[in-house]
């Protein structure tokens, strides 16, 4: 313990002397979050600083191998560094798909040298990843996916076209579900390729969400070649990372139900209080209150599923059903919370942009329209349904 | 904060499991109903539970207890609670009990306490006076007569009163209706003169009473903690009482949601398990994510209460709300799956939807407990 301390005062310190000021102050829009990549590259802000200064100790992926650029942390190290982070209102110094999503999925798949390469580049933030899983026919039934990579030798050629790829306008690299064999059951023939989007035969086309501007792109691969090395794990044994790569993002949309306040850094009761009323201390209308109160006795529910499976984790118990659990119950929660804050709000809720409406009011639209998607992207709250009953309940198709 | 069960707690816990499904499976409940038991439990295993210690799990050892914690104490609640046992734990141990143990001076407790341990007291807490739960809402009256006080007033659903030999009276010795001050607890025999108790047969085929207290003679004695400050008594002792039934509830809600999945994978229609429709692989599901936010919050409200968290309170609040809802849904879900056979005497499951609905209504529905965590947490 004595050794956690000391490495809390070594923490504390260093961020005190690196953390640009600027990188303290609250994220006040999207454009403000830091995703990395080759554009980046030549940026010398005080968000491409901290970054650099993170990225340098392996700081943005605290846990993972030093060898692999990591912060070689123990989970209990990671706590701290977290703790001290957020005491220091430190911002993210990166976000990214790399960190949250392919890294765990590299750690465990990829071979020695596919690591070594692909691993030191997603900590220091010097690729922008996105993730090429969903097709126009393959929603639900995202093993039925028909983007073909054909073995040309010494490379793969891909053909094909996916949906919802976020920030595929902005990406450097794709992670990409292919076939790569037509002739087995669905899900014997897709392989895991990674691959440059700068490559010749790649299109992105933005889509536009019912909340206005969205991260969300089609994707088009006509004849793009794709060298053999990049292939992840077996040919032909993609859906087995795929899968496990799923079960990561699960976990992270399920935690974004956790943005208490919505769209706004106050909390839901003190946002009732001001459009409904205050009475003695308390939310005026009474059903308003009861409302308030049950989406605050769910989140806390909630999280504190979320801890008790990170214990039994801890605890060496076998892995629960937990993504699945907390990717519909994160979701649904995240949506009844928007819609009861519109419905808080009233017709300030309902403005689209311009005057007349606080910043506030207009990001709680946004984010209320934006929640639609929470229980699609990801697989459904109704997959989540069917995994939960097939996988732990054992129920029969 | 442990979410996860210590290996001395997972070995009483299942330990725990064995004694009940083999002494008092629901069967047993069915038994004590059917015969209209004059006690409505079994007196004789009352005291093998008090030989194990479970009647003093949460009492220290110099009354005869165990010192162990609510989140033991927790464990062998959950258990009961998967064959609905019908035995005195709550009435006796924790809400009676549990008064005495947070309020009583020395006399009382060595008197009350070492009794209950050995099984040799049964004891009741005289409450409530209306169809819901108010702990504030008492009106019963303590006047100060002679040296003591004279109680005035009645008692309704006060759990196990029909078999209890002394009885905790909540009454109101200042103030109305409402008013956190001026309540003041009283030890009382069940058999002094100007009490009279009516038992009720409820639903779940368990057992409370109407109590009246008609000028009931008391000493000063009788006072358990402060006069006019019986709140400061009663309220941990509620929420001690209210995180164990929850924990009682997860066990029920647990047990009838396996019995249901077991008939899922069973019953053939149309040539197929039931259990292969969609339309009730959801439900399913559903219940099990409730489940599992129910199991979390348990877990943390007995974890509460043994460390005297700031937010105890709150989040038992928050435990008995989430189990109240989950087991309305399973319960009733269960039925509605168990089709036909469901809604008969002969199958088990209705047994489990009747006891839901009573256990839902003691010490607080959820919208009692949703007012009450708004209210803890500022608005």
């Known amino acids: 313990m004595a050794d956690l301390e000391t490495f809390r005062q070594e923490t504390r310190d260093w961020i005190e002397t690196n953390c640009p000021p600027p990188m303290r102050e609250k994220v006040e829009s999207p454009d403000e979050i830091e995703w990395g990549g080759r554009a980046a590259q030549g940026r010398t802000d005080d968000r491409k600083l901290w970054l650099d200064r993170m990225g340098e100790k392996g700081w943005t992926c605290p846990t993972w191998p030093s060898e692999y650029g990591g912060g070689g942390l123990s989970k209990e190290e990671a706590k701290v560094l977290q703790e001290e982070l957020r005491a220091a209102h430190a911002r993210p110094a990166l976000t990214s798909f ?35 899983y969903s097709e126009p026919g393959s929603g639900s039934d995202l093993a039925s996916l028909q983007t073909r990579a054909e073995d040309k030798g010494d490379h793969f050629l891909v053909n094909g076209q996916k949906i919802w790829t976020s920030y595929a306008d902005k ?38 969400l019912i909340s206005g501007s969205s991260p969300f792109c089609q994707t088009f691969f006509e004849n ?29 949309i399920g935690g974004m139900g956790l943005g208490l306040g919505g769209g706004s850094s106050r909390g839901t009761p003190e946002i009732a209080k001001e459009y409904r009323g205050e009475r003695n201390g308390q939310i005026a209308d009474p059903v308003v209150r009861a409302d308030v109160a049950q989406l605050q006795m769910d989140a806390r529910c909630f999280t504190t599923t979320l801890r008790r499976t990170a214990e039994e984790a801890k605890a060496g118990m076998p892995p629960g059903p937990a993504s699945s659990i907390f990717k519909l119950y994160g979701t649904e929660m995240n949506k009844r919370r928007h819609e009861t804050l519109v419905s808080i709000m009233g017709s300030q809720a309902l403005g689209w942009e311009g005057e007349g409406f606080t910043a506030e009011e207009l990001g709680e639209t946004r984010d209320w329209l934006r929640s639609f998607g929470n229980s699609i992207e990801g697989g459904t709250s109704e997959v989540q349904l069917n995994i939960i009953a097939k996988r732990v309940l054992g129920l029969p198709d | 904060m442990a979410l996860v069960l210590t290996e001395e707690q997972d070995l009483l816990k299942q330990t725990a499991r064995e004694f009940v499904q083999e002494k008092s499976p629901v069967a047993e409940l069915r038994r004590l109903r059917d015969s209209v038991d004059a006690t409505g439990f079994d007196g004789g295993l009352w005291k093998e539970m008090a030989e194990l210690g479970w009647a003093s799990v949460i009492y220290p050892e110099e009354f005869g207890g165990m010192d162990l914690g609510t989140m033991e104490l927790g464990q062998i609640f959950e258990e009961c609670g998967r064959t609905l046992v019908a035995q005195p734990l709550l009435s006796t141990v924790v809400l009676a009990g549990g008064c005495v143990l ?187 994510v409730e489940l599992e936010l129910s199991k979390s919050i348990v877990l943390e409200a007995l974890t509460a209460i043994d460390a005297g968290a700031p937010d105890a309170s709150a989040l038992v609040s928050c435990a008995k709300a989430r189990c109240n809802d989950t087991l309305f849904q399973v319960g009733n879900e269960a039925v509605q799956m168990f089709g036909g056979i469901g809604v008969t005497d002969e199958e088990e499951i209705g047994f ?26 500022g608005f």
């Open chain 2, 102 to 288: 947070a309020g009583g001076n020395e006399t009382q407790k060595k008197d009350v306490l070492t009794a209950v341990a050995g099984g040799e007291r049964l004891l009741a807490l005289a409450l409530q006076e209306g169809p819901h739960y108010d702990p504030l809402a008492v009106t019963l009256q303590a006047e100060e007569a002679g040296g003591g006080y004279r109680l005035t007033g009645s008692k309704t659903f006060v759990l196990d009163g029909h078999v209890a030999e002394q009885l905790v009276v909540v009454a109101r010795t200042s103030g109305s209706a409402g008013d956190r001050d001026g309540l003041t607890l009283f030890l009382v025999d069940a058999g002094a003169s100007g009490v009279s108790v009516t038992r009720t047969l409820t639903v779940d085929g368990r057992n409370s009473a109407n109590i009246d207290f008609a000028g009931v003679e008391v000493e000063r004695s009788a006072v358990i903690g402060e006069v006019d400050a019986g709140a400061d008594v009663l309220e941990p002792a509620l929420d001690r009482a209210t995180a164990l039934l929850a924990a009682e509830m997860l066990g029920t809600a647990s047990e009838a949601f396996d019995r249901a999945l077991e008939y899922l994978k069973t019953r053939e229609q149309f040539g197929v398990v039931i259990g292969s429709f969609q339309g009730l692989k959801h439900r399913a599901a559903d219940m099990f």
């Open chain 1, 98 to 132: 790399g960190i949250s999503m392919l890294g765990p999925a590299l750690l465990e798949y990829a071979s020695e040298e596919q690591k070594k390469h692909f691993l030191p580049q997603i900590v220091k933030g010097e690729i922008w990843w996105c993730q090429g």
């Open chain 1, 224 to 252: 793009v070649k794709v060298p053999k090395d990049q292939l992840i794990g077996q040919l032909n044994g993609g859906w087995t990372i795929a899968k496990r790569l799923l079960q990561h993002e699960r976990s992270m």
């Open chain 1, 171 to 208: 990406s450097d690299w794709i992670f990409c579900l292919v076939r790569t064999n037509t002739e087995v059951p669905k899900h014997d023939g897709i392989s895991f390729l990674l691959f440059d989007m700068a490559s010749p035969g790649v299109t992105v086309s933005p889509i536009q």
């Open chain 2, 352 to 377: 489990f939807m009747k006891r839901a609905r009573v256990l839902q209504f003691t010490l607080g529905n959820s919208s009692f407990h949703r007012d009450r965590f708004a209210a803890l947490e």
